[in-house]
């Protein structure tokens, strides 16, 4: 039987990598700057820590999960997440402009729930079956 040699990160691969390492990053500053950004956005302290604490959990899930979940399932959760994210901006972005107050809180409460619901969908997604399950396989 023949093995084709797969590639250890493809674009996929980099892609769902590259958007936990973002959620990652976007965790930290919201986390380590909370006062100054809450006061830039008109957002309470306290919804920018927990939002980075969803975050951060989302970020820590998504990169521990890249080798044993379907790069399809990640693809569907991150234009989710990204669609959701562009609709809330423009949200907040709108009622800002109309002369609102609650325009940061749209886009941040955004950004507190929608990564654990992103966590939550891709750990409950079914793992992939590896390389080494397939070599592993009793023969028949």
């Known amino acids: 039987m023949t093995q084709v040699a ?3 990160v493809t674009r996929r691969t980099a892609g769902a990598l590259a958007d936990g390492i973002f959620k990652v990053l976007l ?6 700057a909370a ?14 820590l927990v939002s980075g604490v969803a975050l951060l959990i989302c970020g820590g899930i998504e990169l521990g999960c890249t080798r044993s979940r379907s790069m399809r399932t990640y693809t569907r959760l991150m234009v989710a997440y990204d669609t959701g994210w562009v609709l809330t901006a423009l949200v907040g972005f709108l009622v800002a402009w109309r002369g609102g107050s609650a ?14 619901a992103f966590a939550v969908r891709l750990l409950a997604s079914a793992p992939t079956r590896t ?3 397939v070599t592993e396989s009793p023969a028949r």
């Not at 325009?103 to 654990?116: D, H, I, N, R, S």
């Open 6 to 8: 797969t590639p250890l």
């Open 27 to 32: 965790a930290a500053a919201c986390l380590t």
């Open 35 to 48: 006062a100054p950004l809450g006061g830039l956005l008109g957002v309470p302290v306290w919804l920018l």
């Open 103 to 116: 325009g940061g809180e749209v886009w941040v409460g955004y950004q507190t729930v929608a990564p654990l």
């Open 131 to 133: 390389a080494l399950d």
